[in-house]
Every structure is written in C-alpha cells, then in structure tokens.
C-alpha cells in the first residue's frame, strides 16, 4: 500500500528567482494547499527563509505540522537538496528533528518586548563604542563587565549559523547544551564562552546605555537601544523539521566539526 502521510502540501518560497522558479515548477507537479489544511509545508530558498517559514507559521508549527526544506538560497544548512523527483517518497523516508526555540524578553528604550529566535539571540553595539555588558547565569553574576562588539546565545541548530562564525562551539543538536560565545571580545580577552545547560537562564545588562547604545536580534528580529535582555529555551515549544535519512541536521552537525 502507498504511503498516504504526505499527499497535501503547502509549497512557500523566498523571492529569488531560483526559489520562484522551483515553486512554479513544484506546484504545477504536485499541488499548493493552504497550510492550514496541508500535511507539510515545503520552504524553497535559504536558512533565512526557513527561519521566515517558522516565524509565519509558528502556530501551525507548533501543532505538529512539519516543515521541509529545499535548497534555493546559498547556505541551506537547514535545507535538503534541490530536487523535482519523488518528493512524496522523500517525504516519507525523511528523519524528524525536534528544535526548541529560544525565547528573549527585553527591556528597551521603546518599552517592553518578547521574542523567539530558533538559531540565536545576539547583542551588537550600536555604535564605534565597545559594549559594556553584565552577563548572569541562573541568578550568578559570571561575568561583571564585557567589552566586546557583543555576545549571543545559539541553539544547537543554530550553533553552526553566527555562532560558529563568532568562533563559537558547534553543538550536537541531542546534547541540550546552549552556547554562550562573544563577539571579538575586549576584556576578559582571554574569555571564549561557555556551554551552559539547556535548562540555563541567562541575563544581560547594558551597563551604559546612553553613551554605549546596545541593540538585540532574535534571528533578524532586531530591538535597539536595549537595557536588560533575559534568555531561556522556550520549553513550551517545539518544531518538527524534516532532514533526508543521508542528510539530517545531527551529521550535518557532525561533518561541521571535521570541516577543515
């Protein structure tokens, strides 16, 4: 008997041409549904699309319904591989992977705000000036006054995005650990980050806001001129994304830490 679990799907794309032009081609094959009424939504562009696609359908998302994705960008580490061919068939023998996104709430020039980030929340300086940050972890002051560029929090789905980039530990994605990485630290220069605990809640403050001027990205959610950011695992969600048996995001994790 033909498996019937993935029949109706909600194809999205970004707007590059490459991603338009699969999403013609792919609905004409298949079908579109609304999501709302679809077994899966298929993301055709990059990592920032993807995270777009979740952000759009967190609801949706979060009641169970997955969200595959198909490379039409550049990076496409939360992405499988472009192809018109048997994607019901891949459908079905694709691997579920369960992320957690991080929530942030924060206290701002413009009042009071909540977010979700499902790669990393980041504190930049705004401006030439070095950031002067407090950090606390689970009520403990660790780290009275940084002066970097800034620091983040990634998810282990995101610890290979920005992170990794910020010289950051790649993080397996079963290990419930968050990372805790600074952007070109200035003092403690020999600081490199940490690796916290999933279960961790982490605080910022801004020590001088007013000539040190700070801004907070939840993924490209962006707040400026922050004072106080606080960041934990929102344990109340989870996200199902759909990997290639040969592809999923645990080896792509681990390819990532023998990348040369």
């Not at 081609?25 to 696609?53: H, K, P, S, W």
């Not at 009520?139 to 290979?160: F, N, W, Y």
Request: charged share 25%.
């Amino acid at each position: 008997m033909a498996d019937t679990t993935f029949q109706k799907l909600a194809f999205v794309a970004s707007q590059k041409p490459d991603a338009q032009s699969a999403l013609k081609t792919l609905t004409e094959r298949y079908g579109n549904v609304d999501a709302a009424t679809a077994d899966a939504i298929i993301a055709l562009g990059g990592d920032g699309f993807m995270l777009e696609t979740l952000r759009r359908h967190t609801t949706l998302v979060q009641r169970g319904l997955p969200v595959y994705g198909m490379n039409r960008g550049t990076v496409g580490f939360l992405m499988n591989a472009y192809s018109e061919e048997s994607l019901l068939e891949r459908l079905s023998a694709a691997e579920k992977t369960t992320v957690r996104p991080l929530k942030m709430m924060v206290e701002a020039k413009g009042g009071r705000f909540e977010d979700l980030a499902f790669n990393e929340i980041s504190l930049f300086r705004q401006t030439q000036q070095a950031a002067h940050i407090s950090v606390t972890v689970d009520g403990h002051e660790r780290l009275e006054k940084l002066i970097a560029d800034g620091i983040l929090v990634a998810t282990p789905a995101g610890s290979t995005a920005y992170n990794l980039s910020a010289h950051g530990p790649v993080v397996p994605l079963g290990s419930r650990i968050l990372a805790l990485t600074p952007i070109s630290a200035f003092r403690p220069r020999r600081w490199r980050g940490a690796l916290l605990n999933a279960n961790a809640t982490v605080e910022f403050k801004v020590l001088d806001p007013l000539r040190r001027p700070v801004s907070v990205s939840a993924d490209n959610q962006e707040i400026r001129n922050v004072t106080y950011v606080k960041v934990h695992e929102d344990r109340g969600k989870k996200l199902n994304l759909l990997f290639d048996a040969d592809h999923g995001l645990d080896e792509k994790i681990l390819r990532e830490q023998f990348s040369t």
